[in-house]
Nanobody, 127 residues
Framework: VQLQASGGGLVQAGGSLRLSCAASGRTFSTYAMGWFRQAPGKEREFVAL????????YYADSVKGRFTISRDGAKNTVYLQMNSLNPEDTAVYYC?????????????????????WGQGTLVTVSS
């Protein structure tokens, strides 16, 4: 599956952005979809995950209550709605697909467990 992320940009602190990740192919529903981010000089970190059905979501503590992940099967697209952004959210955001998802915390936060990755979209939050 190929993933194409979009929607990044420059926003002021307190603002909102919605990221999109379009997936190719007809097997979108067989993948759990996640978002990760990587700030300059830091490791890639887990942000959010949505199950295959879309019925269950998981979030990093740092974004819980501010970010919402969702998916649209008809459009083969996963979204990340980001509200109340702050400068610490500045990073390149990547979407990822996991064909054999585990919903144990220690598994889904690990980037190496994901099979496919989008190219990343830059989010910059100014103070």
């Amino acid at each position: 599956v190929q993933l194409q992320a979009s929607g990044g940009g420059l926003v002021q602190a307190g603002g909102s952005l919605r990221l999109s990740c379009a997936a190719s192919g007809r097997t979108f529903s067989t993948y759990a979809m996640g978002w990760f981010r990587q700030a300059p000089g830091k490791e890639r970190e887990f942000v959010a995950l949505i199950s295959r059905s879309g019925g269950t979501t998981y979030y990093a503590d740092s974004v819980k209550g501010r970010f919402t992940i969702s998916r649209d099967g008809a459009k083969n697209t996963v979204y990340l709605q980001m509200n109340s952004l702050n400068p610490e959210d500045t990073a390149v955001y990547y979407c990822a697909a996991d064909g054999s998802p585990s919903y144990f915390y220690s598994d889904y936060i690990r980037a190496r467990n994901y099979d496919y990755w989008g190219q990343g979209t830059l989010v910059t939050v100014s103070s």
